[in-house]
C-alpha cells in the first residue's frame, strides 16, 4: 500500500475502464465473458462466435459469427501474402520474440478492420516461425478453415483430428478475454492515446511475454519434466518453496479461489486425450503444491491458476512449447483488440500518477 496516497501500489483493485467485456469475480472464481460464463461458452461456442460478441461489444455494431469467419480467413491469406516481410527482422530470433516483430509490422489492410488484420495475422505468423525453427517453409492457410483448425494446421504441418480442432477451439475461448489483465491493460492505456490498434495490441504482446503473465506455461512443463517422477514431487516442491521460488500455473492476483478456466481446461484436455494426456501425473503434482502453497501461505490463498492446465492441453496438441505464448495471444488478440476499439470509442486517456519518494529541493523563496 502506498502511505502517501493509500492506493495499492500494482493498483491492485483499482478500476482503469468500464467495459462490457469481461468481468473476473475473483472470490466466487468466476469468469464473464461477453455476458456468457465461461464454462457454458467453451466447448459451445467457437472462438468466432465469441470473437464477434467482444467486437459486437466494443463497436456496439451487431457482428455476426460468420462475418467474423470470412475476414479472419482473408486476413490469414493477407498475412502470408506479407510473410517475407512481417519475418524480415526476426532472423535468429526466438518463436516469442519473432512473434512481437511479425505483429509490429503488421499494417491496414484494404477492405479489413484492423482487429480483423491483427487476430488473423497471429496463427500465420506463430505458424511460419514454429516451422523456420523446425527448418521448414511455412503452410499456407486455409480461408475456409475455422481459426482453431488452420491453427493447428499451420503449426503442425498436418490436418488435425476433429477433437483436436475443439480442444483448441475450447483453450482459445477460455483465454480470449479476462478483465483488466496486465497485457489488456497495457493494450487499454496505448489505446487511450488514440494512437491505432496495431501499436496497442504490440505493447499487449509484449506485457502477455512476462512469466508472471502469459509465460508461464512453458516454465510449468519444464517444472513437470524436472520433477519427472511421483517419487520426486514432494522433495522437488518443497525444495523449490524452500529456496523461495515462485512455482508457475500456481497462484493469481485476483482469483482467491480456483481459477475457473483451469477446470474448463482440465475438462477440455479429458475430451482431447483417451489416456487423459499425462493428466494423472499432472494432477499429483498439483494436489501436492496446493497442499503445499497452502502450508507455506495460510492466509494468501493460492490455487492453480489457467496456465497449468494450458500447458498440458498445448503439450498434447503437439505444439512446441516454445511457440505457447504466441498461441495465447492468438486468442487473447480478440481481447485485446475489443479492449483497444472500446476504449477508443468510450474510455479516456489514462494517465494514472506516480509517488515520488525522492529527495525534495528546499521551497524557493
Ligand atoms: N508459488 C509460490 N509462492 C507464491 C506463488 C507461487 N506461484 N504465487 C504467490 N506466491 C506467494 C508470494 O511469494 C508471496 O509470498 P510472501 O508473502 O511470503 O512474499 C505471496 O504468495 C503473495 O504473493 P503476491 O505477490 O501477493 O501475489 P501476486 O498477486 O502479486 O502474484 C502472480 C500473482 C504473479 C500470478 C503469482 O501468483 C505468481 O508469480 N505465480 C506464478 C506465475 C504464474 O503462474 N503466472 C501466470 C498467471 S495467470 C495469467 O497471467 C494468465
Redesign the pocket.
Known sequence: MNVYTKVPI?L?GIPAAETVLSHVDGEQGRLIIAGADVADLAGRSSFEEVTARLWSGATGREIGTAEVRASLGTARQRAFGRLPELLAASRGMSIVDGFRVGIAALRAEDGLEHEATIVGAGPVIAGALTQRAQGHEPIAPDPAASHAADTLMMLGGHAPAPREVAALDAYFVT?CD?GM??STFATRVVASTQADLFAAVTSGYCA?TG??????PE??LDMLNAIGSRERIKPWVDD??AR???????????YRVR?PRADVLKSAIQKLAVDGAGLPFAGEVEAY?REA?RR??PN?P?DT????F?AILLDALKIPRQAFTPV?AVARAAGWTAHALEQRRTGRLIRPSSSYIGATPAARD
Open positions: 500494482g491492485d483465454v479476462h489483465n496486465a502477455l512469466p508472471l503473465h502469459g509465460g508461464a516454465p510449468v523449490a518453496l523461495g521460488e515462485r512455482l508457475m500455473g500456481f497462484g493469481h492476483r485476483i481459477d503444491i502453497l507455506k501461505n494468501r493460492l491458476n489457467v496456465e497449468f494450458t495465447f
